[in-house]
Nanobody
């Protein structure tokens, strides 16, 4: 069973930056990957996706402020978040897309002054 470990979250001030990392116990070759997030009281949503050839797509609210990337050999996926806003506060998860793997523990991102 694939295990996912997310890291890099924390408390950041509005306008700041974070780089989230996700390591996957299995291979990610040939697999579409995504970052998801769940804010308090809201449904989990897809923040960013990356295809096997590196094409990316983003949630409108983070477009232009976030960059998803992947390292197939390392089995890792990253999310660079810049100019963060309080509404980015959420627990962030990575997984395959469409998601069939079990969730990892996620990493909490809190944007607050």
């Amino acid at each position: 069973q694939v295990q996912l470990v997310e890291s890099g979250g924390g408390l950041v001030q509005p306008g700041g930056s974070l780089r989230l990392s996700c390591t996957v116990s299995g291979t990610i070759f040939g697999i579409y990957m995504a970052w998801y997030r769940q804010a308090p009281g809201k449904q989990r949503e897809v923040v960013a996706r990356i295809t096997t050839d590196g094409s990316t797509s983003y949630l409108d609210s983070v477009k232009g402020r976030s960059t998803i990337s992947r390292h197939n050999v390392k089995g890792a996926v990253y999310l660079q978040m810049d100019s963060v806003k309080p509404e980015d506060t959420a627990v962030y998860y990575c997984s395959n897309y469409p998601r069939t793997w079990s969730w990892g523990q996620g990493t909490q991102v809190t944007v607050s002054s």
